[in-house]
Nanobody
Framework: QVQLVESGGGLVQAGDSLRLSCAVS????????MAWFRQAPGKERDIVAG????????YYTDSVKGRSTISRDNAKNTVYLQMNSLKPEDTAVYYC????????????????WGQGMQVTVSS
């Protein structure tokens, strides 16, 4: 069983940057496609970014394209999400997720989840 633990969230101001980290344990991170999701109050959980096992393919939702970068270091069993030029609408609980299979970027496509962490962007 794989465990995911997020870190790096918190309260920042609009325009600031954050680097979120997801530590993978229990199994090698290289076995899994990884992703970041977020859930704002009253809204559904949605994909932010995804990355392939080797890190050679990435995906971003339109609202973060150009200001976010997902990456991974399989030697450290860690996945990152660098977010720049943060906006108040980025405020949400951010989740790290993993899957061994490929079936898209929906919540249902991911089998393992971190506990989530709050990111709050003040205006």
């Amino acid at each position: 069983q794989v465990q995911l633990v997020e870190s790096g969230g918190g309260l920042v101001q609009a325009g600031d940057s954050l680097r979120l980290s997801c530590a993978v344990s229990g199994r090698p991170a290289s076995n899994y496609r990884m992703a970041w999701f977020r859930q704002a109050p009253g809204k559904e959980r949605d994909i932010v970014a995804g990355i392939s096992r080797a890190g050679d393919t990435t995906y971003y939702t339109d609202s973060v394209k150009g200001r976010s970068t997902i990456s991974r270091d399989n030697a450290k069993n860690t996945v990152y999400l660098q977010m720049n030029s943060l906006k108040p609408e980025d405020t949400a609980v951010y989740y790290c997720a993993a899957t061994r299979s490929w079936s898209g970027y929906s919540v249902a496509a991911y089998d393992y989840w971190g506990q989530g962490m709050q990111v709050t962007v003040s205006s």
